[in-house]
């Protein structure tokens, strides 16, 4: 079976302030991918990233930056001087690979940066 | 590319009454396609899978006669809620697998909120 376990529930912090969204999963399967997606109000799903079980290096994109690391079996993501913008719900997911495989999300981390 | 469309992106309807829910991938084919429900401050859980051409596999929990999914072509999978209750109302989301695709991503919809009064 496959688990996410995303601890924190909401974060506040303040524009400009970096904050760093844990992600611990459960798989039993050797090959699998991660994502990160982004929820903001408007309820669309917003793709942020997918790793591949494979692949441990870290990654930056703009002030997002990802931490895969298998021996702990987090994938943790970090926003750097968080804006407004980046308020929303954060998910993290893990699939394994088939065609059907099924997306398994944590419970979501909400996400408030204040002005 | 990759892109899935949802529609009608809100609906409200009586008590009793059935509503249905398109999901439409505009850019490629999709053999496989996921509906998915959102309760307000919860997560996704999916409700089931479906591929072309053939009935949908259903999680547990979820009743069959109650959500028919159809995934008639590889572009459009529809989600029908029959005798709607008021706790049916939910977020739906549907996704998306690019046939073509090896990497098993799955593209999201934006979401049709349905509200049952």
């Known amino acids: 079976a496959q688990k996410v376990t995303q601890a924190q529930t909401e974060i506040s912090v303040v524009e400009k302030e970096d904050v760093t969204l844990d992600c611990v999963y459960e798989?039993?399967?050797?090959?699998?991918?991660l994502f990160w997606y982004k929820q903001p109000p408007s309820g669309e799903l917003v793709f942020l990233i997918r790793?591949?079980?494979?692949?441990?290096q870290n990654e930056i994109s703009g002030r997002y930056s990802w931490n895969f690391q298998k021996s702990t079996s987090s994938f943790n993501f970090t926003i750097t001087a968080s804006q407004v913008v980046d308020s929303a719900v954060y998910f993290c997911?893990?699939?394994?690979?088939?065609?059907?495989?099924?997306?398994?999300f944590g419970k979501g981390i909400t996400l408030s940066v204040r002005p | 590319g990759a892109v899935v469309s949802q529609h009608p992106s809100w609906v409200i309807c009586k008590s009793g009454t059935s509503v249905k829910i398109e999901c439409r991938s505009l850019?490629?084919?999709?053999?496989?396609m996921f509906w998915y429900r959102q309760f307000p401050k919860q997560s996704l859980m999916l409700m089931a899978t479906?591929?072309?051409?053939?009935?949908?596999?259903?999680e547990q929990g979820v009743e069959k006669d109650k959500f028919l999914i159809n995934h008639a072509s590889l572009t459009l999978s529809t989600l029908t809620v029959t005798s709607a209750h008021p706790e049916d109302s939910s977020f739906y989301i549907c996704s998306a697998r690019d046939w073509g695709d090896s990497s098993y991503e799955q593209y999201f919809g934006p979401g049709t909120r349905l509200t049952v009064t």
């Open positions: 850019d490629f084919q999709a053999t496989t």
């Open positions: 997911a893990l699939s394994y690979t088939g065609a059907n495989s099924k997306l398994t």
């Open positions: 798989t039993r399967d050797t090959t699998y991918y």
């Open positions: 479906s591929n072309e051409g053939s009935k949908a596999t259903y």
């Open positions: 790793r591949n079980s494979f692949d441990e």
